[in-house]
Protein backbone atom coordinates (compact mmCIF):
# COMPACT_ATOMS: atom_id res chain seq x y z
CA UNK A 1 0.00 0.00 0.00
CA UNK A 2 1.20 3.66 -0.60
CA UNK A 3 0.33 7.25 0.56
CA UNK A 4 -1.48 6.15 3.43
CA UNK A 5 -3.58 9.42 5.11
CA UNK A 6 -4.26 9.00 9.11
CA UNK A 7 -6.72 11.62 10.55
CA UNK A 8 -7.78 11.60 14.19
CA UNK A 9 -10.66 13.73 15.57
CA UNK A 10 -12.20 13.85 18.88
CA UNK A 11 -15.86 14.88 19.72
CA UNK A 12 -17.93 15.37 22.73
CA UNK A 13 -21.31 13.71 20.88
CA UNK A 14 -22.53 13.17 17.31
CA UNK A 15 -25.91 12.74 16.59
CA UNK A 16 -26.61 9.26 15.08
CA UNK A 17 -24.26 6.60 13.45
CA UNK A 18 -24.75 8.67 10.08
CA UNK A 19 -23.04 11.67 11.67
CA UNK A 20 -20.48 10.01 13.49
CA UNK A 21 -19.48 8.27 10.01
CA UNK A 22 -19.72 11.58 8.44
CA UNK A 23 -17.37 13.13 11.24
CA UNK A 24 -14.88 10.37 11.19
CA UNK A 25 -14.17 10.87 7.66
CA UNK A 26 -13.98 14.68 7.64
CA UNK A 27 -10.52 15.40 7.14
CA UNK A 28 -10.44 12.39 4.47
CA UNK A 29 -13.37 13.95 2.71
CA UNK A 30 -11.82 17.78 2.75
CA UNK A 31 -8.67 16.57 2.19
CA UNK A 32 -10.04 14.35 -1.31
CA UNK A 33 -8.81 10.89 -0.47
CA UNK A 34 -12.31 9.81 -0.75
CA UNK A 35 -15.24 10.64 -2.52
CA UNK A 36 -19.07 11.48 -1.35
CA UNK A 37 -19.56 8.46 -3.47
CA UNK A 38 -17.32 6.00 -1.45
CA UNK A 39 -18.90 8.04 1.90
CA UNK A 40 -22.58 6.37 0.25
CA UNK A 41 -21.13 3.23 -0.60
CA UNK A 42 -20.23 2.83 3.21
CA UNK A 43 -24.17 3.84 4.06
CA UNK A 44 -25.57 1.51 1.22
CA UNK A 45 -23.08 -1.36 2.67
CA UNK A 46 -25.02 -0.76 6.75
CA UNK A 47 -28.14 -0.67 5.30
CA UNK A 48 -27.45 -4.08 3.56
CA UNK A 49 -25.98 -5.50 6.87
CA UNK A 50 -22.85 -6.59 4.82
CA UNK A 51 -19.71 -4.55 5.48
CA UNK A 52 -18.82 -2.79 8.91
CA UNK A 53 -17.32 -4.27 12.20
CA UNK A 54 -18.45 -4.07 15.51
CA UNK A 55 -15.37 -5.12 17.90
CA UNK A 56 -15.29 -5.06 21.65
CA UNK A 57 -18.73 -4.20 21.97
CA UNK A 58 -17.73 -0.41 21.66
CA UNK A 59 -15.72 0.32 18.60
CA UNK A 60 -17.56 0.06 15.27
CA UNK A 61 -15.09 -0.09 11.60
CA UNK A 62 -17.21 1.24 8.64
CA UNK A 63 -15.65 0.23 4.93
CA UNK A 64 -16.62 -0.53 1.58
CA UNK A 65 -15.08 -2.70 -1.04
CA UNK A 66 -12.08 -0.20 -3.23
CA UNK A 67 -13.61 1.91 -6.04
CA UNK A 68 -12.62 4.72 -7.93
CA UNK A 69 -14.03 7.06 -5.55
CA UNK A 70 -11.01 6.33 -2.77
CA UNK A 71 -8.20 8.49 -4.35
CA UNK A 72 -5.91 7.73 -1.22
CA UNK A 73 -5.58 4.64 1.20
CA UNK A 74 -7.12 6.35 4.07
CA UNK A 75 -7.56 5.20 7.97
CA UNK A 76 -9.76 7.56 9.62
CA UNK A 77 -10.51 7.40 13.68
CA UNK A 78 -13.15 9.24 15.91
CA UNK A 79 -13.41 9.40 19.32
CA UNK A 80 -16.70 10.17 20.89
CA UNK A 81 -17.36 10.80 24.49
CA UNK A 82 -20.56 10.36 24.94
CA UNK A 83 -21.50 6.90 22.79
CA UNK A 84 -23.93 7.18 19.94
CA UNK A 85 -25.90 4.06 18.92
CA UNK A 86 -24.99 1.68 16.45
CA UNK A 87 -26.81 -1.73 16.18
CA UNK A 88 -28.28 -1.29 19.91
CA UNK A 89 -25.01 -0.55 20.59
CA UNK A 90 -22.97 1.82 22.36
CA UNK A 91 -20.17 3.16 20.58
CA UNK A 92 -17.39 5.53 21.44
CA UNK A 93 -14.49 4.64 18.68
CA UNK A 94 -15.20 4.79 15.45
CA UNK A 95 -13.22 4.04 12.12
CA UNK A 96 -13.57 4.40 8.58
CA UNK A 97 -11.16 3.08 5.75
CA UNK A 98 -10.72 3.21 2.14
CA UNK A 99 -8.46 1.33 -0.13
CA UNK A 100 -7.60 1.92 -3.64
CA UNK A 101 -7.12 -1.96 -4.10
CA UNK A 102 -8.16 -5.47 -2.77
CA UNK A 103 -5.03 -6.09 -1.18
CA UNK A 104 -4.70 -2.58 0.47
CA UNK A 105 -8.16 -3.85 1.51
CA UNK A 106 -7.37 -6.86 3.19
CA UNK A 107 -4.50 -5.37 4.60
CA UNK A 108 -6.88 -2.29 6.82
CA UNK A 109 -8.85 -5.35 8.10
CA UNK A 110 -6.45 -7.30 9.63
CA UNK A 111 -4.42 -4.38 10.65
CA UNK A 112 -7.82 -2.54 12.41
CA UNK A 113 -8.75 -6.34 14.00
CA UNK A 114 -4.77 -6.57 15.31
CA UNK A 115 -5.27 -3.13 16.73
CA UNK A 116 -8.55 -3.01 18.30
CA UNK A 117 -7.80 -6.60 20.42
CA UNK A 118 -4.50 -4.66 21.50
CA UNK A 119 -6.62 -1.42 23.00
CA UNK A 120 -9.33 -3.97 24.02
CA UNK A 121 -6.08 -4.74 27.24
CA UNK A 122 -4.71 -1.28 26.40
CA UNK A 123 -7.03 1.77 25.95
CA UNK A 124 -4.06 3.89 26.18
CA UNK A 125 -3.71 2.88 22.86
CA UNK A 126 -6.65 5.53 21.43
CA UNK A 127 -4.46 8.60 22.77
CA UNK A 128 -3.94 10.48 19.16
CA UNK A 129 0.27 9.46 19.40
CA UNK A 130 0.02 6.17 20.69
CA UNK A 131 -2.32 5.20 17.68
CA UNK A 132 -0.34 7.07 15.19
CA UNK A 133 2.76 5.19 15.94
CA UNK A 134 0.99 1.65 16.51
CA UNK A 135 -0.61 2.45 13.18
CA UNK A 136 3.25 3.89 11.62
CA UNK A 137 4.58 0.40 12.94
CA UNK A 138 2.37 -2.04 11.09
CA UNK A 139 0.02 0.27 8.54
CA UNK A 140 2.18 3.39 7.13
CA UNK A 141 5.65 1.68 7.13
CA UNK A 142 4.05 -0.84 4.39
CA UNK A 143 3.02 2.33 2.26
Not at 49 to 66: C, E, G, K, M, R
Not at 101 to 112: I, K, N, Q, V
Request: include cysteine; charged fraction near 25%; proline fraction near 3%.
Amino acid sequence: MSNVLFTYRERKSVEGWESALYETAHEAYKQRAIGAIYLKNIVDEVDALTTHLIINDDTVIWHAPPCEHVRKNTLAYLKVDAPFTFYQRPINNAFVFGAQTEEGYLTFLRTLVEFTTEAYADKRLYDKQRMERWFEKRLLSKA
